[in-house]
């Protein structure tokens, strides 16, 4: 019952801890059934002699067994893996000129928040490295009710339309007739699919760029993808879309690393998510907004309306407008990050839709989804659902009712109950839709605006540095090269032709297949363009202006700091213990977190003659769980050669592009491995607690890897 009485408000503010709710109510807490009876034994069931047979009539038992054998609702349809955290969002500037909404009106409130990161395409417990969209969807706990901001950490969709919702999922998830594969999109159904869905071609450069692999759910940017409308007090409407920028940078892994983080710790990010904030590293993101005014409706050669479309940068600037702080762990993940619940249709007043038709049909489909997975449209009453506004309505019963109506009025208009609740007018802050025209024949179609599908996929290609560009390639070849169905890898190449014919000679050369020269015409496959006789264009638009904003490693917000980035130290008996002291500490005090690894845990000795404790011994520590690695100096570092597990740490270090740096002896172990050549990304010193190293391996690590390496392995 505990966490009921805690409110949204209170996880906001990190009030009470369970270590201090517990040892408040520690005395007197016995343990009871469901109805407060106090429980004897909680080790043996009823039995009839001490090796006879269980009693039915043990309504102990059959009252723990009923509850644990329905302890799992059905997971999430998508989005079934996320990892949630509590904080809070300040604004910097009141934002009235375009919208009415307090909380983006009031720079002294700090409005509570909950947010749930997610895969897309995986069960609930499959891995979170996995190459795939993360879902970032952000719950404000307004005063004047809930605001969902349910976004993705990728600016656009794979689909124009909500009718090809169902099909995209079924074919990107486990195929159905043998559940294989996982959480993998490698596979012939998605990319059968895709092959005769032109429309997702900008979607796939994002997902087989490094977006889709992050290095940690910190360090992701976000976006509410669709165009929504801020509405002011003046009912006066501009277009906005919303953007997350990290503070941490935005960062992705190796492929191959990302494969054997999978293996060595499926929970990667969940883990870094919670560790980061139980040690008050609070991660940080900036909301921003590009605002485009309605009369710009229709000046850019893309529809707003479009979600495989964004608005570059370069065009419609992002302007910075509060931020948002995650600082408190869920006390119960059933409780909070599973049954939280989503929709892009909890909006407050100053925030509106647009017909953006992949938008309007998710706006159907979240409630429906909650009434399946929670079974009841009294999930708003699940605390972590519970909006902080006052909230009173006529709408009664239901399976799982916690409200306990009272009085005999559940109807209005009426007079026995006073009026009450009244309806509020606009001026009271009562929500009303913004008043666009509308005035049209009802058709099944779509725009002829939203038929470019490869001029902003050439975009993103083009805003590439070749690094990021040879990530897609790779990218595209692995999972084209799982496709068992040669026609798709065909129809694949033809597409890829279509946005950059260089892109899809590199694919097809590691295919083994030729791009076709006459690829067949997609659109004809499905939907059905064709058949209204829209000329859809074939080529990506050739004037095309990269932006810088659509890449990792140009991107100009990109942070250089390497605050809470976990660096490997391997150790043995005999290390020299200033080696390790004075890296240590330059790199805490850059944030950054050093993790002693040796052969054994406990105590190794330093060749001073000091203890050192361990924290990770080499058969539990992998290089792909670390940013970086440091070898320091000491007599006894020259046996670290002959331990294999050390030799496959710096070879994967290595290959995944990770900043090593080595002192004294440690030096050696890297300048004799022969699979290591040197290059700017390795950073040697002869001398011992060498402070021009510690200084060259923070600036290096900022830079987070020295992917220039790959051109050599
Ligand atoms: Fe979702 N989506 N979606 N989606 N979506 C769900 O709702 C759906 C789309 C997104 O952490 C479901 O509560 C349809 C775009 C996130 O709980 C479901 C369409 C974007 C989450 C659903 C879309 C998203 C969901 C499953 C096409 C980025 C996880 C469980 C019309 C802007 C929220 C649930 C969380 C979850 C439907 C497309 C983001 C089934 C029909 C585009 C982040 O209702």
């Known amino acids: 019952m505990k966490n009921s009485k805690k409110t949204n408000q209170d996880n906001a503010d990190g009030k009470q801890s369970d270590l201090e709710f517990n040892k408040s109510h520690a005395e007197n807490e016995f343990l009871t059934t469901n109805q407060g009876v106090k429980i004897n034994d909680n080790n043996n069931s009823l039995k009839s002699g001490e090796r006879g047979p269980s009693l039915l009539e043990d309504f102990i038992l059959r009252e723990k067994i009923t509850h644990f054998d329905h302890e799992r609702i059905p997971e999430r349809i998508v989005h079934a893996r996320g990892s949630g955290a509590h904080g809070y969002f300040e604004l910097y500037e009141p934002m009235g000129k375009y919208t009415k909404a307090g909380f983006l009106n009031d720079t002294s409130i700090k409005t509570p928040v909950f947010v749930r990161f997610s895969t897309v395409a995986g069960s609930r417990g499959s891995t979170d490295?996995?190459?795939?969209?993360?879902?970032?969807?952000?719950?404000?706990?307004?005063?004047?009710?809930?605001?969902?901001?349910?976004?993705?950490?990728?600016?656009?969709?794979?689909?124009?339309?909500?009718?090809?919702?169902?099909?995209?999922?079924?074919?990107?998830?486990?195929?159905?007739?043998?559940?294989?594969?996982?959480?993998?999109?490698?596979?012939?159904?998605?990319?059968?699919?895709?092959?005769?869905?032109?429309?997702?071609?900008?979607?796939?450069?994002?997902?087989?760029?490094?977006?889709?692999?992050?290095?940690?759910?910190?360090?992701?940017?976000?976006?509410?993808?669709?165009?929504?409308?801020?509405?002011?007090?003046?009912n006066e409407a501009h277009f906005v879309k919303f953007h997350w920028k990290p503070k941490l940078g935005t960062h992705g892994v190796a492929w191959d690393e990302a494969q054997k983080i999978s293996g060595k710790n499926s929970d990667f990010h969940k883990q870094d998510l919670w560790e980061a904030i139980e040690e008050g590293n609070f991660p940080e993101w900036e909301l921003g907004v590009q605002i485009i005014p309605e009369s710009d409706e229709h000046k850019y050669d893309f529809d707003l309306l479009d979600p495989t479309k964004l608005i570059p940068e370069e065009l419609v600037p992002v302007t910075i407008i509060g931020k948002m702080v995650l600082n408190k762990n869920p006390d119960n993940f059933f409780a909070e990050t599973e049954q939280v619940a989503f929709h892009p249709g909890h909006i407050v007043p100053g925030i509106d839709f647009t017909n953006d038709p992949l938008l309007q049909g998710r706006l159907f489909s979240y409630t429906d989804t909650q009434l399946s997975r929670l079974g009841s449209p009294n999930f708003h009453e699940i605390p972590i659902n519970r909006t902080i506004a006052p909230m009173h309505n006529h709408?009664?019963?239901?399976?799982?009712?916690?409200?306990?109506?009272?009085?005999?009025?559940?109807?209005?208009?009426?007079?026995?109950?006073?009026?009450?609740?009244?309806?509020?007018?606009?001026?009271?802050?009562?929500?009303?839709?913004?008043?666009?025209?509308?005035?049209?024949?009802?058709?099944?179609?779509?725009?002829?605006?939203?038929?470019?599908?490869?001029?902003?996929?050439?975009?993103?290609?083009?805003?590439?540095?070749?690094?990021?560009?040879?990530?897609?390639?790779?990218?595209?070849?692995?999972?084209?090269?799982?496709?068992?169905?040669?026609?798709?890898?065909?129809?694949?190449?033809?597409?890829?032709?279509?946005?950059?014919?260089?892109?899809?000679?590199?694919?097809?050369?590691?295919?083994?297949?030729?791009?076709?020269?006459?690829?067949?015409?997609?659109?004809?496959?499905?939907?059905?363009?064709?058949?209204?006789?829209?000329?859809?264009?074939?080529?990506?638009?050739?004037?095309?202006?990269?932006?810088?904003?659509?890449?990792m490693l140009k991107n100009p917000t990109i942070s250089n700091t390497i605050a809470t980035r976990q660096i490997a130290f391997l150790c043995n008996e005999g290390v020299n213990a200033d080696s390790v002291k004075v890296m240590k500490t330059a790199l805490k005090n850059a944030g950054a977190k050093a993790v002693i690894i040796a052969p054994h845990l406990g105590t190794i000795v330093s060749e001073e003659g000091t203890e050192i404790p361990v924290e990770q011994t080499y058969k539990i520590a992998a290089s792909v769980l670390f940013d970086g690695v440091f070898i320091p100096s000491g007599k006894g570092i020259a046996d670290l050669s002959k331990i294999k597990e050390v030799k496959e740490f710096l070879n994967d270090s290595y290959h995944h592009c990770k900043f090593i740096a080595a002192e004294g002896e440690g030096a050696k172990i890297i300048k004799n491995n022969s699979d290591i050549k040197e290059d700017p990304g390795i950073l040697l010193s002869e001398n011992h607690s060498d402070k021009n190293l510690n200084v060259s391996f923070i600036k290096a690590l900022g830079r987070h890897r020295f992917w220039e390496r790959e051109k050599n392995i």
């Not at 997902?207 to 003046?234: C, Q, W, Y």
């Not at 009272?406 to 109950?417: M, Q, R, T």
Request: with cysteine; proline share 6%; glycine share 6%.
């Open 129 to 234: 490295l996995a190459r795939d969209v993360r879902g970032f969807a952000v719950k404000f706990y307004t005063q004047e009710g809930v605001f969902d901001l349910v976004g993705n950490n990728m600016p656009v969709f794979f689909i124009q339309d909500a009718m090809k919702f169902p099909d995209l999922i079924h074919a990107v998830k486990a195929e159905p007739h043998n559940e294989i594969p996982q959480a993998a999109s490698a596979h012939d159904t998605f990319w059968d699919f895709i092959s005769l869905m032109p429309e997702s071609m900008h979607m796939i450069m994002w997902v087989m760029s490094d977006r889709a692999i992050p290095r940690s759910l910190r360090m992701m940017e976000g976006f509410g993808v669709h165009t929504f409308r801020f509405v002011n007090d003046k």
């Open 395 to 551: 709408q009664r019963d239901g399976h799982m009712r916690q409200e306990i109506a009272v009085g005999k009025v559940s109807y209005h208009p009426n007079s026995l109950g006073g009026g009450c609740p009244f309806q509020a007018k606009m001026d009271q802050g009562g929500f009303t839709s913004f008043n666009e025209r509308v005035d049209a024949h009802k058709v099944r179609e779509r725009s002829k605006s939203f038929s470019d599908h490869f001029s902003q996929a050439a975009l993103f290609y083009n805003s590439q540095t070749p690094i990021e560009q040879d990530h897609i390639v790779s990218a595209l070849s692995f999972e084209l090269g799982k496709v068992e169905t040669v026609a798709i890898r065909e129809r694949m190449l033809g597409l890829l032709n279509q946005v950059d014919a260089n892109l899809a000679a590199k694919v097809a050369k590691n295919l083994g297949i030729p791009v076709p020269k006459n690829p067949e015409k997609p659109m004809n496959h499905g939907v059905g363009a064709d058949d209204k006789g829209n000329q859809e264009p074939s080529k990506a638009n050739q004037n095309i202006v990269p932006s810088d904003a659509l890449s």
